[in-house]
């Protein structure tokens, strides 16, 4: 498993995910973050759902991954928030540096 990783998760739109990124940033649990327009589709409650979504990529540490985690929990406005960690084994040594310095 790698030392890195990118966290994941969903918003309704940018303007909503907008003070979710910049609390993750000034807590330095992620060094950078990006926002990607998507369409999900899924049930919920019973209910197939075909939505516009915002799909956030959050650069960080491993390490870092729990806080990260319990932190979206408790500012995210979705009920059940899809957060999911994925490890990144490799990458530029010197991005990955410059992760070390942004999360420390």
Same mark, same amino acid.
């Given at each position: ?10 918003? *309704?739109? &940018? ?7 910049? +609390?993750?940033?000034?807590?330095? #649990?992620?060094?950078?973050?990006? %926002? ?14 075909? *939505?516009? &979504? ?7 540490? +491993?390490?870092?991954?729990?806080? #990260?985690?319990?932190?979206?929990? %408790? ?25 070390? +310095?942004?999360?420390?």
């Amino acid at each position: 498993m790698g030392k890195y990783g990118i966290a994941l998760t969903t918003f *309704e739109n &940018e303007q909503q995910a907008m003070p979710v990124i910049d +609390e993750i940033i000034r807590c330095k #649990l992620a060094a950078c973050v990006q %926002e990607i327009r998507i369409k999900s589709h899924y049930t919920w409650k019973g209910e197939l759902c075909h *939505e516009d &979504e915002v799909l956030v990529l959050f650069k960080t540490r +491993e390490e870092l991954y729990p806080e #990260l985690e319990k932190k979206l929990l %408790e500012i995210h406005p979705y009920d059940t928030p899809e957060i999911l960690f994925v490890h990144a084994d490799k990458g530029s040594a010197a991005y990955l540096a410059w992760i070390d +310095e942004q999360t420390s």
